[in-house]
């Protein structure tokens, strides 16, 4: 069964870039059913999400949007995710998940074990 | 974007039922059939319960069910049990091609 993983630093420094790497495992990431997203959440607070991504289509929430860009390498089976100019305010644990499309049924059917970042000052 | 409207928490004792609403606008629960609902128990990832506002993963009890009424969404718990206490979110697509999350709610169960 697929099953993803996240990997990346667990500390950034405020104003950097973080970026997150999520590998896809026991199946592949070119199919067509799915896009590959990114869904975060803060420290004792709710989810949020960040975007998700398809070969050419790609969806960003709008309040992250000018700092976020999604990527699939699809020789690695992995996607990742970087945020530019990060701040205490992006403190929070990163999920990476498989994002089935409409006609498959709209929903965020599997999930990473998820990965805490700090940003630190 | 604004987030979907939850109410912070509810609660029941075991074997009954609840109900969790999830409050959005017509630009988004009102206009789409794309509600799904997670649960999220502390520390762990979210789990997908109910997509397309009614339809169950294969696994998920039949014990969980979604609906819609114009801008609001749904997800019952019947026959409430101990391992259901969790957080539990919904999130649906809306008509900017976006996704937006509701602000979830913590299940008590009594």
């Known amino acids: 069964q697929l099953q993803l993983q996240e990997s990346g630093p667990g500390l950034v420094k405020s104003s950097e870039t973080l970026s997150l790497a999520c590998s896809v495992s026991?199946?592949?990431?070119?199919?067509?059913?799915?896009?590959w997203g990114w869904i975060r959440q803060p420290p004792g607070k709710g989810l949020e999400w960040i975007g998700s991504?398809?070969?050419?289509?790609?969806y960003y929430n709008p309040s992250l949007k000018s700092r976020v860009t999604i990527s699939v390498d699809t020789p690695k089976n992995q996607f990742s995710l970087k945020l530019s100019s990060v701040t205490a305010e992006d403190t929070a644990v990163y999920y990476c998940a498989r994002h089935q499309k409409q006609w498959v049924g709209d929903a965020f059917d599997i999930w990473g074990q998820g990965t805490m970042v700090t940003v630190s000052s | 974007q604004s987030a979907l409207t939850q109410p912070a928490s509810v609660s029941g004792s075991p074997g009954q039922s609840i109900t969790i609403s999830c409050t959005g606008t017509s630009s988004d629960v009102g206009d789409y059939n794309y509600v799904s609902w997670y649960q999220q128990h502390p520390g762990k990832a979210p789990k997908l319960m109910i997509y397309?506002?009614?339809n169950r993963p294969s696994g998920i009890s039949n014990r969980f069910s979604g609906s819609k009424s114009g801008n609001t969404a749904s997800l019952t718990i019947s026959g409430l049990q101990a391992e259901d206490e969790a957080d539990y979110y919904c999130i649906s697509y809306t008509s900017i091609s976006t996704w937006v999350f509701g602000g979830g709610t913590k299940l008590t169960v009594l």
């Open positions: 397309d506002v009614s």
């Open positions: 026991g199946g592949s990431i070119s199919s067509t059913n799915y896009y």
């Open positions: 991504k398809y070969s050419g289509s790609t």
